[in-house]
Nanobody, 124 residues
Framework: QVQLVESGGGLVQAGDSLRLSCAAS????????MGWFRQAPGKEREFVAA????????NSADSVKGQFTVSRDNAKNSVYLQMNSLKPEDTAIYYC?????????????????WGQGTQVTVSS
């Protein structure tokens, strides 16, 4: 099992940037893909971005393409989500998740470990 701890959330204004971090422990970090999901109030959890175990492949939701960038540092057992030009509709709890395999996955059913989440609030 993998333990995940997110950090970096906060209250920002529209147009600002934030960088979320997720520290992993447990399984060998370089053996599995990682993903970021978010859940806004009253909405279902949705996929944001994913990165393969090596970091060589990434995917992101259409809603954040060109705005958010996922990266990882296997030496530090960490994955990151750089969020630029934030909008009020980006307000949500952001979760990192560890995948069951090495690839990038859109569906939450391919992730078996989840962090506790970090709140991101964007004011207009």
């Amino acid at each position: 099992q993998v333990q995940l701890v997110e950090s970096g959330g906060g209250l920002v204004q529209a147009g600002d940037s934030l960088r979320l971090s997720c520290a992993a422990s447990g399984r060998t970090f370089s053996n599995y893909g990682m993903g970021w999901f978010r859940q806004a109030p009253g909405k279902e959890r949705e996929f944001v971005a994913a990165i393969s175990s090596s970091g060589g492949s990434t995917n992101s939701a259409d809603s954040v393409k060109g705005q958010f960038t996922v990266s990882r540092d296997n030496a530090k057992n960490s994955v990151y989500l750089q969020m630029n030009s934030l909008k009020p509709e980006d307000t949500a709890i952001y979760y990192c998740a560890a995948a069951v395999g090495r690839a990038t996955y859109y569906s939450s059913r391919f992730y078996n470990s989840w962090g506790q989440g970090t709140q991101v609030t964007v004011s207009s």
